[in-house]
């Protein structure tokens, strides 16, 4: 029976490390490769001109900056055992402002792209001219950052390392810290998320009825010209769709955790139950990443329109390398012909 207890204990003891190293670099490597597909659609010249890309291209780059100081940071820390933000009082300070900072950044730009699509199909005509201001968007982009940095740049000042633990100052800042966080980096993300995700899918009902015409007694629907750009702009609703019902179930389990934590910080717990908590606390902290990974995958298999996009795009690079090994190759007779001549 001792030896049982002793296996599981052992067993416990060791998920949290083996859940960082396996499964956090597994979302590590599919988060990178989402980014970048992610960073080379929303960029490419169709879509400039399109609001709503340069909120999404900015949400992978925000992304990107998550995956590679944020989760690496806590896959060498808490998988590894290399203890960087306890070791090292810069690095504790930039991860700890970086956490909070770079999630909600990247969930703040991932729903103005959501309000674009929102304005673009309202029947007011004044909301759907809000809805693709190109100058505008590029202006958000710069202005959430630096909004949020002063909102949260608290924590590059206030946070320490003592007694071999990074966290922030003890007393009244330690709870604003926590609440805050609890506020606006989970509760209000999973409302906000589900709100605009209800109107999204109102309004599009609604537009969608509106194609709906009679024709001799008949109700026939009216399809507006196929394009790649124009389907990716159809499909877009139903991607960020899907993207706001991950966000939602991935933001929730977050806020009630966080929750949980900062009112039984002070409670007693038994090393089991305080086993089990560290094992559900890394399994949901990691589950909080597949929401800034999943996009570009989500889009791909959602959007006609974007698989057609990445196909033209890898047709695009392979061209390019054949067309440059060709020149590689007509050059080659001229260069020996030149050294036969010297």
């Known amino acids: ?131 693709n201001r190109v100058s505008l968007s590029y202006k958000m982009v710069i202005l959430i950052p630096l909004f949020w940095l002063l909102l949260i740049g608290h924590r590059l000042i206030l946070y320490r390392v003592k007694n071999g633990v990074c966290g922030p100052l003890e007393g009244f800042y330690d709870y604003y810290d926590n609440y805050f966080q609890v506020i606006f980096s989970s509760l209000s993300s999973t409302v906000v998320t589900a709100i605009l995700t209800f109107l999204l899918i109102k309004s599009v009902r609604s537009v969608a009825s509106q194609r709906i015409v009679p024709v001799n007694g008949k109700p026939i629907k009216i399809k507006p010209k196929s394009s790649m750009i124009n389907q990716m702009d159809a499909q877009l609703t139903k991607m960020l769709v899907i993207e706001s019902i991950i966000a939602v179930i991935t933001y929730l389990p977050y806020a009630i955790q966080l929750t949980y934590s900062n009112i039984t910080q002070t409670s007693y717990k038994t090393p089991l139950q305080i086993a089990w908590e560290n094992v559900f606390i890394e399994l949901i902290h990691l589950l909080n990443y597949v929401f800034f990974g999943t996009s570009f995958y989500v889009s791909f298999i959602s959007n006609v329109g974007f698989r057609r996009k ?17 020149v590689t190759l007509l050059r080659r007779p001229f260069t020996i012909q030149l050294q036969s001549q010297h």
């Not at 204990?9 to 599919?30: C, H």
């Not at 999630?103 to 103005?112: D, E, G, R, Y």
């Not at 990445?310 to 060709?326: A, D, E, G």
Request: proline residues 1%.
């Open 1 to 131: 029976m001792n030896t049982t207890v002793n296996s599981i204990s052992s067993s416990l003891l060791i998920a949290p490390y083996q859940l960082n190293i396996f499964f956090g670099s597994f979302l590590w490597v599919m988060g990178n490769l989402g980014c970048i597909g992610n960073m080379l659609v929303f960029r490419s010249r169709t879509f400039r001109k399109r609001a709503y890309a340069i909120y999404l291209f900015s949400t992978a780059v925000a992304d990107c900056h998550y995956f590679n100081f944020v989760l690496l940071t806590r896959i060498l820390q808490n998988g590894f055992r290399i203890p960087l933000m306890n070791d090292y009082l810069v690095i504790c300070k930039l991860r700890q402002f970086s956490t909070f900072w770079g999630n909600i950044v990247s969930f703040t730009l991932f729903s103005f792209a959501i309000t674009n699509r929102l304005l673009s199909v309202q029947r007011s005509i004044t909301y759907r001219q809000w809805s």
């Open 310 to 326: 990445i196909k033209q795009l890898l047709k695009i690079n392979k061209h390019t390398q054949s067309t440059n090994r060709t």
